[in-house]
């Protein structure tokens, strides 16, 4: 089955900085990799998405980078503030059913 | 839509007693997933449903979990009997087959001493 790797498992950075959190991924089917945040007491949201027939996406301070070819996917959080504090997750799901299968989560810590 | 609703938000059971969680997913999807969440494990995929039937249950644990959906809006996960090992966050999640974003419930928080 797929197997999502993530890492780091905790990032502190100052606010203001950039925040880069990198995931690997086994299975060459897998077409979608959603990326969520979840804080404290809540469950994971949504923030941002990328399917295979995309290298990037931008969301205002966020963006992905996805590379097929190594199987790697990366989240970049600029210009940081506190309130990015939180668990960060990535997953990635096949074409063919609806399995997500996450990451190990990134705990990250933006200090003021 | 009032998103993914689970109860109850917290459980504390004593050990050897049923539990069940439920989850009312978002009104039109039709898959739906329950993951446990620890610490050691991080988010575990412990089933998951397409159209209400189940598609793939090798995340239970054991034969003390078990899961049912019988209709489309509404799903449970009962453990019987519990353990405290069972303990962990319990999540809840939904979405539209072939459209990938699942989106979560807040969770039910469950505790067996």
């Known amino acids: 089955g797929e197997n999502v790797e993530q890492h780091p498992s905790t990032l502190s950075v100052q606010e203001g900085d950039s925040a880069v959190i990198k995931c690997t991924y086994s299975?060459?089917?897998?077409?979608?990799f959603p990326w969520y945040k979840q804080e404290l007491g809540k469950g994971p949201q949504l923030i941002i998405d990328?399917?295979?027939?995309?290298g990037e996406k931008k969301d205002q301070r966020i963006a992905v980078t996805l590379n097929k070819t190594a199987k790697h996917f990366s989240l970049h959080i600029t210009e940081t503030q506190p309130e990015d504090s939180a668990v960060y997750f990535c997953?990635?799901?096949?074409?063919?059913?609806?399995?997500?299968?996450f990451g190990g989560g990134t705990r990250v810590l933006v200090k003021p | 839509d009032a998103g993914v609703i689970q109860s109850p938000r917290h459980e504390v059971t004593e050990m050897g007693q049923e539990v069940t969680l439920r989850c009312k997913p978002i009104?039109?999807?039709?898959?739906l997933f329950w993951y446990r969440q620890t610490m050691m494990r991080g988010l575990e995929l412990l089933i998951y449903?397409?159209?209400?039937?189940?598609?793939?249950d090798s995340g239970m644990p054991e034969d003390r979990f078990s899961a049912k959906m019988p209709n489309a809006s509404f799903s449970t996960l009962k453990i019987q009997p519990s353990e405290p090992r069972d303990s962990a966050v319990y999540f809840c999640?939904?979405?539209?087959?072939?459209?990938?974003?699942?989106?979560f419930g807040q969770g039910t928080r469950l505790t067996v001493v």
């Open positions: 999640a939904s979405s539209s087959t072939g459209k990938g974003e699942a989106f």
């Open positions: 299975d060459s089917a897998s077409n979608y």
């Open positions: 990328i399917r295979s027939n995309v």
């Open positions: 997953a990635a799901i096949k074409a063919a059913g609806n399995k997500l299968t």
């Open positions: 009104s039109g999807h039709n898959s």
């Open positions: 449903f397409n159209n209400n039937v189940p598609i793939d």
